[in-house]
Structure formats: C-alpha cells, structure tokens
Antibody, heavy 119, light 110 residues
Framework: EVQLVESGGGLVQPGRSLRLSCAASGFTFSNYWMTWVRQAPGKGLEWVANIRQDGNEIYYVDSVKGRFTISRDNTKSSVYLQMNSLRAEDTAVYYC????????????WGQGTLVTVSS | QSVLIQPPSASGTPGQRVTISCSGSRSSIGSNHVYWYQQLPGTAPRRLIYNDDQRPSGVPDRFSGSKSGTSASLAISGLRSEDEADYYCVAWDDRLRGAVFGGGTKLSVL
C-alpha cells in the first residue's frame, strides 16, 4: 500500500524555523518527483516546491524562495522541507505528494501536517 | 488571486450534470497538461483527472475532463450527494517555473 506520512508540524513563533519530513512506503521512492503543497486554514491549495528523483532539479513558489529548502534522502525514502524565517502567512496544512514528473500529477498524498506560525 | 481562475461555487441536483471551468494562460494551460483534484472536507486531495482528460483507475466515468486553448473543464454527470466537495484544477506554468492551482470550486448537491 502506497503511504506518505508527514511529520514535524507544530506551533512556531514568527522568524523561527521548522523542518517537515515525509516518509514514503509502498512504492519505489527514488522513481518519483516529490512535492510539497500547502493549504492555509479555510483556503485553497498552493504548490510550494518540488524536487526531482536525484535531487538535482528543484523549483519553488516565489513566496518561499530563499526561506524554504526542499531536499530528499532516497536511502530513507524521505523528503524534507526546511522552513526558515517563518511568517504568519506560512500557517497551513502541509501535504507531501508524489508523481512521475515535475508536472502536478500526484497519485499519492500524505495526510498533512499543520504548521502554525504565531507569537 | 490565483493564476488559474475557477468559479468559487457550483451546484446541482442529484442526477444532473455540472461543469466546472478553469481558465489559465498560454504559459500554463496553453502549454501544459491540466490535472483535477477532489477534496472532501478534512481530507487530503484525491486525483480525478490527469493529462487533461485521463481518468485514473477507480475514478467513476461520471467524471470527465477536457481542455481547449488556455481553458479546461471538469464535468460531473449523474451528480450524487457524495460528490459534494472542493474541486481544484492545476497545471505547470512555464513562465513561473512552478505549478499553479485554481482557487477551487465548492460543489453543492442540492
């Protein structure tokens, strides 16, 4: 069974950092592009970042460039999102999702982890 | 405002056919495939349509997708109460070098 499990969310003060993790199982992780998508409370979905199978091609949404870093460890079947200089507007449920290319074609999703940025 | 434009709401009665539109640009929908996701309350999104008009296994054939130029549509026929959900279109944008979602359409089954 394909499974993606996010962790690392929580309450954090503005300007601080947080690292999200997403552990994959049930499929060949190293064959997949991995993506982070977020959803602010009561709002729509927003694509955040994605990373190629070998980690050598990465894209970010403009609002997180320079603050967030996506990475992966194929030996651990995991993808990460290091979030620095957090802002109130980063408050959201963060989902990891997997797909075969850079396209937003996600056949698997995690359950999400909530990040709340507040003082 | 989202890069892809969807109506915020849509509605229909059981058995009816409804259509949800998604308008983009040459660099997004005009150049790349469109994908549609369904999100039930409190759950993660589920893929409904990929590559403009392809349906994954397990998705009922009541759901269909189409694309023309810089716009796409999701059609749901034989509407059922369990179709009540939020629906999102998404596509890669070559100019932004990232994926862009529509703002989502909340479908009500009256």
């Amino acid at each position: 069974e394909v499974q993606l499990v996010e962790s690392g969310g929580g309450l954090v003060q503005p300007g601080r950092s947080l690292r999200l993790s997403c552990a994959a199982s049930g499929f060949t992780f190293s064959n997949y592009w991995m993506t982070w998508v977020r959803q602010a409370p009561g709002k729509g979905l927003e694509w955040v970042a994605n990373i190629r199978q070998d980690g050598n091609e990465i894209y970010y949404v403009d609002s997180v460039k320079g603050r967030f870093t996506i990475s992966r460890d194929n030996t651990k079947s995991s993808v990460y999102l290091q979030m620095n200089s957090l802002r109130a507007e980063d408050t959201a449920v963060y989902y990891c999702a997997g797909g075969g290319s850079y396209n937003p074609d996600f056949d698997s999703w995690g359950q999400g982890t909530l990040v709340t940025v507040s003082s | 405002q989202s890069v892809l434009i969807q109506p915020p709401s849509a509605s229909g009665t059981p058995g009816q056919r409804v259509t949800i539109s998604c308008s983009g640009s040459r660099s997004s929908i005009g150049s790349n495939h469109v994908y549609w996701y369904q999100q039930l309350p409190g759950t993660a999104p589920r893929r409904l349509i990929y590559n403009d008009d392809q349906r994954p296994s397990g998705v009922p054939d009541r759901f269909s997708g189409s694309k023309s130029g810089t716009s796409a549509s999701l059609a749901i026929s034989g509407l059922r109460s369990e179709d009540e959900a939020d629906y999102y279109c998404v596509a890669w944008d070559d100019r932004l070098r990232g994926a862009v979602f529509g703002g989502g359409t909340k479908l009500s089954v009256l």
